[in-house]
């Protein structure tokens, strides 16, 4: 993340529309908005156990989608909230980080 500002930039409600649109069809019925903001939630708390938010400006960041996959897979679990399939969970990530980069957000 660049700076601060790039927080303001981040609309929830535009990112859970954008990974609804990004995902495959035949997926796209089995989140709902609930659930896809409960795995943005969890992206993020990946994020901040991984250290991404304290990396300096200039560092590049390596995130690793198995791990976020896995971290997301196994609290839905814990939580109780659902029994998502890595495979499709994969997609709503892929969604996220796609809009993150749309807003210019890595920047």
Excluded: H
């Excluded at 200039?58 to 679990?77: L, R, T, Y």
Aim: hydrophobic residues 35%; contains cysteine; glycine residues 2%.
């Amino acid at each position: 993340m660049s700076n601060q500002d790039d927080l303001f930039m981040y609309d929830d409600e535009e990112s859970i529309k954008f990974i609804k649109n990004y995902l495959p069809f035949d997926i796209k019925e089995k989140f709902t908005n609930d659930d896809i903001c409960y795995i943005v939630d969890l992206i993020y708390e990946f994020y901040e156990s991984d250290g991404v938010f304290n990396a300096d400006d200039d560092e590049e960041i390596e995130i690793d989608e198995n791990k976020i996959v896995d971290f997301v897979v196994k609290n839905a679990k814990k939580d109780q909230v659902a029994d998502f399939d890595p495979e499709e969970v994969v997609f709503v990530i892929r969604g996220e980080l796609e809009y993150c980069e749309s807003i210019g957000m890595f920047e």
